[in-house]
């Protein structure tokens, strides 16, 4: 009399499930990632007891939806670099550039690139 079943086969297991999560993950790091290349900006912030500059700054306030105020005036963010050159103002002053309360950190950016790509390179961000 037999009373042990007959050993069964051990199926192998189902590549189905496995190729979905390596699929799902293949999707994720694809749609997560990104192919911009990052600038360097060079900002400097006040520092106490830094010294006297030579010449004053230029006042750069930034408002929002690309918004500005060179020294008082308002302008639009493109229109930035055609008020300075009006102004006669050189590219060697520094800026100073000011973020108001409703100005968002893209604005403050947009006017960072615009004075780079200008040829303003001494820049000062406060709050």
Same mark, same amino acid.
């Given at each position: 009399m037999r009373l &042990? !079943? *007959?050993? =069964? @086969?051990s199926r192998a297991p189902g590549l189905t499930s496995l190729i979905d999560? +390596?699929?799902?993950?293949l999707m994720f790091f694809m749609l997560a990632s990104t192919f911009s290349i990052y600038q360097k900006l060079d900002v400097t912030s006040?520092? #106490? /007891?830094?010294?006297?500059? #030579?010449?004053s700054? +230029?006042?750069?306030?930034v408002f929002a939806e690309g918004q500005l105020s060179v020294n /008082? %005036? @308002?302008? =639009?963010? !493109?229109?930035l670099i *055609? *008020?300075? %050159?009006? *102004?006669? +103002? !050189? =590219?060697? @002053?520094?800026v100073a550039i000011i973020p108001a309360k409703d100005s968002t950190?893209?604005?403050v950016v947009s006017a960072l690139e615009m004075l780079k790509t200008? /040829?303003? &390179?001494a820049t000062i961000v406060g709050n």
């Open positions: &042990s !079943e *007959a050993p =069964k @086969r999560v +390596i699929f799902l993950l006040g520092v #106490e /007891g830094a010294g006297q500059m #030579e010449q700054p +230029i006042l750069l306030q /008082g %005036d @308002r302008v =639009k963010v !493109e229109a *055609a *008020a300075l %050159d009006n *102004a006669g +103002i !050189e =590219k060697v @002053r520094p950190v893209q604005d200008a /040829g303003w &390179s």
